[in-house]
């Protein structure tokens, strides 16, 4: 036990970075830039991004997610009806794939009906567009890293293990020793480039990274720590 909270302490101290306690009141008025350290954690998020490839055949949508590279059946609802009409009227063959955002949540499979995988509840629409497809470089899954305090003389290597069932694994290697330290959460997009993660539901930790597709690397919001992408392919 001893040890899990001490990496949980350390977790929030790498995410979040050291605030002084010694702020002056100026400093303590919010500020409007994206790249401010925040005193308060994020807020959770009722719904998140989805960005894909929707088919709808027959019955059945589904969304294959640019962000996994997973096939997420989408369930029915007043906004995934909404969504399957503006499928319909493009006129496209049917089973063909269109581009499509989406905010919603995932709920669990149902392994009575033999669909144990997560399932899509699609909140709100944002478009449909025919002409595009998911990118490579929108896959995230994969392993993130860095090492501290620098590349040239590192004492530790930090890793975030992103995995398609949007589940993490963060790890930190004492390199010296060769000893390492593990935690788990979930993560999810709150927008295209806007990633949160959080931790076990019982700390409500949560911690928030840019997405730079172009370098394949993740920006934490508070302390500005850069992960790379390993191996990307």
Not at 45 to 58: K, P
Not at 165 to 173: A, R
Request: aromatic letters at 14%; charged letters at 20%; hydrophobic letters at 35%.
């Amino acid at each position: 036990m001893k040890v899990h909270a001490l990496l949980l302490v350390s977790i929030i101290f790498i995410l979040c970075g050291y605030k002084n306690n010694t702020k002056t009141k100026e400093s303590r008025q919010p500020s409007t830039s994206v790249d401010t350290v925040l005193s308060a954690m994020p807020i959770p998020a009722s719904d998140y991004y989805f960005a894909g490839e929707y088919v709808l055949e027959g019955k059945k949508a589904t969304l294959k997610d640019c962000a996994t590279g997973e096939s997420l059946v989408i369930t029915f609802g007043e906004t995934s009806y909404k969504v399957e009409k503006e499928y319909t009227a493009l006129h496209l063959p049917e089973g063909t794939p269109v581009y499509a955002r989406f905010y919603g949540y995932l709920v669990p499979g149902d392994e009575v009906e033999q669909t144990p995988s997560p399932k899509l509840v699609i909140t709100r629409m944002v478009s449909l567009n025919p002409e595009t497809t998911c990118q490579p470089s929108r896959l995230l899954t994969g392993s993130y890293f860095t090492y501290i305090p620098n590349n040239i003389k590192p004492s530790e290597r930090f890793t975030f293990t992103l995995y398609p069932d949007y589940t993490y694994k963060f790890s930190i290697l004492d390199i010296a020793a060769n000893t390492s330290r593990e935690a788990n959460g979930t993560w999810h997009l709150l927008k295209e480039d806007y990633i949160q993660f959080a931790s076990n539901p019982l700390t409500n930790f949560r911690s928030e990274a840019f997405v730079n597709y172009d370098k394949l690397e993740l920006i934490f919001k508070n302390s500005k720590r850069v992960y790379y992408r390993e191996n990307p392919e």
